[in-house]
């Protein structure tokens, strides 16, 4: 729930409810579309994931999209809405890496919940990657830690890294 809309992946789009009161919930649906709005609705039917992030001046809502089944999964596309979903952009960034995305994280640094430093984390199959000024990085491993397990380096056939984003309260 977010500046009173609470928003709900589901495997035919997203939708999004508007608060009326505590009985009362006004749903809009969003799809992929066909035609002149594609470029401007969400990439992928399955919802899998969606994050909040609170900017200074906006709240941007983005949403982990599955585009079809596969063995390995097909790359997941990045959705993101800065206007509460009138107009739908998409990252493909990760989906051009490969990458199947799981979580997306934001650290959340002010009393009111604003993400001062404008960072979006992404946990993927590929590793930790920071969205920060429209750029995208693989956050790395420190070199002590692979040769502590015998690993040269990132490109070693045997190095996995799973990737899990978890808010720590203390």
């Not at 470029?39 to 809502?61: D, M, N, P, W, Y």
């Not at 994280?105 to 993927?124: F, I, M, P, R």
């Not at 690993?151 to 720590?168: G, Q």
Request: one cysteine or more; charged letters at 25%.
């Amino acid at each position: 729930i977010d500046d009173g809309y609470i928003w709900v992946g589901t495997a035919d789009g997203l939708n999004r409810g508007e608060i009326i009161d505590e009985n009362c919930i006004d749903w809009l649906h969003y799809t992929t579309q066909a035609g002149d709005n594609y470029a401007e609705s969400l990439h992928g039917f399955f919802v899998i994931g969606v994050h909040a992030q609170k900017l200074a001046a906006h709240t941007r809502i983005w949403a982990i999209t599955w585009e079809g089944e596969g063995n390995p999964p097909p790359p997941h596309v990045l959705n993101y809405t800065d206007d509460n979903g009138a107009t739908w952009h998409h990252e493909d960034y990760l989906k051009d890496q490969g990458a199947v995305t799981y979580n997306l994280y934001s650290v959340n640094d002010t009393d009111d919940g604003v993400d001062v430093e404008n960072k979006l984390y992404a946990s993927t199959t590929h590793g930790l990657f920071q969205l920060e000024n429209d750029e995208w990085s693989k956050v790395g491993i420190p070199t002590e830690l692979l040769s502590e397990e015998g690993i040269d380096d990132e490109s070693d056939p045997n190095f996995r890294v799973y990737t899990s984003i978890e808010e720590n309260t203390n």
